[in-house]
């Protein structure tokens, strides 16, 4: 029986969201999954308008309406708004062998209908509109699309929606009847997970198999406004800045409290050979950052023994925080405009022929530091005719231009690490997303089918078994080629505590599985980094051998 995968993404952009949806229908279609997917979430302002809509319903004019979006899409009906307080789902189902679009609606309808009179609320769907009504008006709009017998969008469901929003449309192309929340109905606020709660079982009930996974309730959606999260306590606690906190946790045989202790596998040995300090003295001489120094990864010693280096542009301070990562939050200095010429100098001199860049967070810059990438690549390819290039890119805060910078140079892969499973991102994470993750590695790997995708994940830090394993499905659902999973060493005694080292036994299990699931290339392992056999993986793809 098929299987349904639940995900509540938490707050998403509605052009991010799309091409999540894209990317997992087309997952759908060509086989890269077998399971269908439930898409939750919520959108900031946008109002969409259907494939057949009549635009007078949209009563103000696209240029007036600075603080929503206006959005052509390619879904049945009307004109409607998303926005804040509203729960938003996106069915990617196959209808295979018969398809009965009619039907797919009725399914969602009907357990909208369930899901309010679990409220004590009395609801209905109506002959000839699809839709969600009650005594006081329409509670909930559908519309789909269905392609190759697999559906795209979906529904929303008005939780605690400001009735505004709907002044600016006719909703649905309806004028003689009004629009109402769930909350107004139940007279009481209802929380957008508390629908989540009452809905996810009536859609999941024809299902045998339903896998969930949430991400954090945040910004007025929880049942409760959560005040802050592991992160948020560690930025106050001075734990990012230059320099770390001043205040140090106690700590007894290197362990903070609760924490295990570090196991015979996770020991490094130092080998600070000639080829170690030969790269070293380059770095500096040429006034380069490397994320192997920064970050303090464990497999300095043997990479830059072997002459590899993971370049680290835009400088060494990171304008946002992870509570895993040793790279300084604050505020970054001036772009380096002869930073990418460095760069490539450096990869000609040591003669390599995978070259990986990478970089901090730039959210000061309007293209995230786009640009940089890109010129570091054209620069490479000059100096080092041959040369492989990998990059490892920060969101761009779903910039889709910038995104195209990079890839326009063609590197031959792009890297964007996913870090932690759904419901960490925010605990770990202050400005982090796995729908745009999502979206960003689908959005590469279509602007640039020739190269391969690559994302990462980290362990060890309060995830399950099982929520690793439903990580690595939506990776290969997008179409990732390649994933790295590697344990979490806490850089300092301020940041995150390790909740547990995962054995080389579980590493080896996750492999399997991953591949097993379709992905390519798994790198598993304790002390496998992002970059870490970086060329062995690429070449792994296409059967070759990495040296």
């Not at 109905?185 to 009536?202: C, F, K, N, Y």
């Not at 802050?228 to 001075?238: T, Y």
């Not at 946002?320 to 970054?332: K, L």
Request: charged share 25%; proline share 5%; aromatic share 6%.
């Amino acid at each position: 029986m098929t299987r349904l995968r639940v995900r509540w993404l938490g707050r998403l952009a509605y052009g991010e969201a799309w091409d999540l949806q894209r990317a997992l229908h087309e997952g759908r279609v060509a086989g890269r999954t077998g399971d269908d997917y439930l898409l939750l979430l919520e959108h900031p302002p946008v109002y969409t308008v259907g494939r057949h809509a009549d635009r007078a319903n949209l009563l103000v004019a696209s240029h007036q309406m600075s603080d929503a979006e206006v959005v052509d899409t390619d879904r049945g009906g009307d004109v409607t708004f998303h926005g804040p307080g509203q729960l938003v789902g996106y069915p990617i189902v196959s209808l295979r062998p018969r398809p009965d679009v009619v039907g797919h609606v009725a399914w969602m309808e009907q357990a909208i209908v369930a899901a309010l009179g679990d409220l004590g609320i009395r609801a209905w769907g109506e002959d000839g509109t699809a839709g969600v009504w009650t005594e006081r008006g329409k509670v909930a709009a559908i519309g789909v699309r269905m392609a190759h017998m697999v559906t795209m969008h979906g529904f929303a469901v008005n939780c605690t929606t400001d009735a505004e929003w709907f002044g600016r449309i006719n909703p649905c192309g309806i004028t003689d009847r009004p629009v109402t929340t769930v909350s107004e109905l139940a007279g009481r606020r209802v929380s957008i997970e508390e629908m989540v709660d009452l809905l996810v079982p009536h859609l999941g009930a024809r299902y045998g198999d339903v896998e969930e996974q949430r991400a954090a309730f945040t910004r007025g959606t929880g049942r409760a406004e959560r005040e802050s999260f592991d992160v948020d306590r560690l930025v106050a606690a001075g734990t990012f800045r230059p320099g770390g906190t001043e205040t140090i946790p106690l700590m007894r045989d290197g362990r903070l409290p609760g924490e295990p202790r570090k196991p015979e596998w996770m020991k490094v040995r130092l080998r600070l050979g000639q080829g170690y300090r030969d790269l070293k003295h380059m770095m500096r001489g040429l006034e380069l950052h490397t994320v192997c120094e920064e970050a303090g990864c464990p497999n300095i010693y043997e990479c830059w023994a072997s002459g590899t280096a993971t370049f680290m542009l835009l400088g060494d301070v990171c304008t946002r925080a992870c509570s895993f990562c040793d790279v300084a939050t604050g505020r970054p200095g001036e772009v380096d405009s002869g930073e990418p010429a460095r760069v490539a100098e450096a990869v000609a001199s040591m003669g390599v022929r995978h070259a990986v860049l990478t970089s901090v967070n730039r959210d000061d810059l309007p293209d995230g530091g786009a640009e940089v990438f890109a010129e570091s690549i054209r620069r490479i390819r000059d100096a080092a005719p041959g040369c492989e290039v990998e990059v490892l890119i920060p969101d761009f805060k779903g910039d889709a231009e910038a995104l195209d910078m990079v890839m326009s140079e063609k590197p031959e892969v792009l890297n964007h690490n996913t870090e932690t499973v759904l419901r960490l991102q925010r605990e770990i994470r202050t400005a982090a997303s796995y729908g745009r993750s999502l979206a960003l590695l689908a959005r590469a790997g279509w602007r640039n089918p020739a190269g391969a995708v690559k994302s990462g994940l980290i362990v060890g830090m309060g995830e399950t078994k099982e929520e690793v394993v439903s990580t690595l499905a939506d990776l290969r659902a997008v179409g990732v080629d390649i994933v790295t999973i590697g344990q979490y060493l806490r850089p300092t005694a301020g940041h995150r505590p390790v909740h547990r080292y995962v054995t080389p036994e579980e590493f080896a299990e996750y492999k399997a599985v991953g591949e097993g699931l379709g992905i390519p290339h798994v790198e598993s392992g304790p002390l496998v980094r992002s970059s870490y056999h970086a060329k062995e993986a690429a070449a792994a793809l296409h059967g070759e051998p990495g040296d």
